[in-house]
């Protein structure tokens, strides 16, 4: 066994300073992110969307995309709060597969880590500055959230990830909402147990300092499925789970905020991403019966692109997913406006 070491990689800071956020984009997004805020504080009735592609894998097409979501949410603005799904770093359960626009800017090419983190850093922030829309990420990697802890209004904790220390402990110093999904197995005592660690105060060894966070009150919950001992995806969206789940705060007097963001697709779905938007009904129509569900739903994640479906790499495609399927535009521009006829 061997580890050959390739380049050394910039710090955080040095990428900041080729990439810097202006005066003027900071200021929207401060202002963005203190809109979201209110929504997990329950002090605002609007709802989230975190919404765009199952992976940002060119920069183009998920420009494109999100130039159409700005138009949709001056639509909507009165209702939702569209946050750009800009998925950077992608999971893989076996470790083989296309890793991401970290690993690889050009799917096509081999991996370079140098060119990964400058291109992640430029799409993030040619998204805030060209449409006033500060991005989502799923924190993959703890010690790389900060090339883009400027840029950020939303951080999720993947079910692959959600029973390790070091991703609750730095989502614990997190500056902005931080969703923790139920691990794939579906226990969500393992969701509640990473909220609670989440929110609280924690010293830590974090990028070669020791560090003290401060603790993150927005930290909630995302429902995204989960698979059973014999491989089948099951949901836990239904009314059933979404009261379980409101039980479970109010028993949990440690967490303050009860929240959760519902995710579509994965096992909620079973991958099946034309239930999406049926998905999101069904859930506003539990909310309609229940006040404890209401107060605590605060938006859906879906996955959305500019085609539907998905296409292999080597595959033409523009704005057509490379990992798993999304909803084309036609469909995510009907559903978004659906769910804001709907609250």
């Known amino acids: 066994m061997s580890m050959n070491f390739i380049h050394k990689l910039p710090i955080p800071q040095e990428t900041k300073e080729r990439y810097p956020v202006s005066s003027a984009a900071a200021a929207v997004k401060a202002a963005r992110d203190e809109e979201i805020a209110r929504v997990f504080s329950g002090e605002s009735d609007k709802k989230v969307l975190v919404i765009g592609p199952c992976s940002a894998d060119s920069e183009e097409p998920v420009i494109e995309y999100v130039r159409r979501l700005r138009l949709l949410q001056d639509k ?5 709060i569209l946050i750009p799904r800009i998925y950077t770093g992608k999971p893989r359960t076996t470790g083989e597969g296309y890793k991401g626009m970290l690993h690889q800017p050009d799917p096509a090419d081999a991996p370079d880590m140098y060119k990964g983190i400058l291109a992640i850093r430029e799409l993030h922030t040619r998204v805030l500055t060209e449409f006033g829309l500060p991005t989502a990420d799923e924190m993959l990697y703890p010690a790389n959230y900060r090339y883009l802890d400027d840029l950020l209004s939303y951080v999720a904790i993947g079910a692959r990830s959600v029973e390790n220390q070091e991703h609750r402990l730095v989502s614990s110093g997190v500056s902005c909402p931080v969703g923790m999904k139920n691990p794939t197995g579906g226990d969500l005592s393992v969701m509640m147990n990473a909220l609670t660690a989440a929110q609280q105060s924690h010293s830590f060894i974090f990028r070669g300092w020791q560090v003290k966070t401060s603790g993150n009150p927005l930290a909630h919950a995302i429902l995204r499925g989960y698979v059973n001992k014999q491989g089948h995806s099951l949901p836990n969206y239904h009314y059933e789970d979404l009261a379980h789940l409101a039980e479970l705060y109010a028993g949990s007097p440690k967490l303050v905020n009860p929240a959760v ?27 309609r019966h229940n006040d404890d569900i209401s107060r605590m739903v605060k938006g ?14 080597t595959e033409e495609g523009f704005g057509k997913s490379i990992t798993d399927p999304c909803l084309g535009w036609e469909k995510t521009e009907r559903l978004v406006l659906d769910v804001a006829d709907l609250l």
């Not at 963001?261 to 909310?287: F, M, W």
């Not at 859906?300 to 790499?313: C, N, P, T």
């Open 76 to 80: 909507v603005a009165d209702k939702l």
């Open 261 to 287: 963001v519902v995710d579509t697709n994965h096992a909620n779905s079973g991958k099946k991403y034309l239930e999406q938007p049926r998905i999101c009904k069904e859930v506003l129509h539990a909310c």
């Open 300 to 313: 859906f994640m879906i996955e959305s692109y500019l085609m539907d479906g998905s296409r292999k790499v």
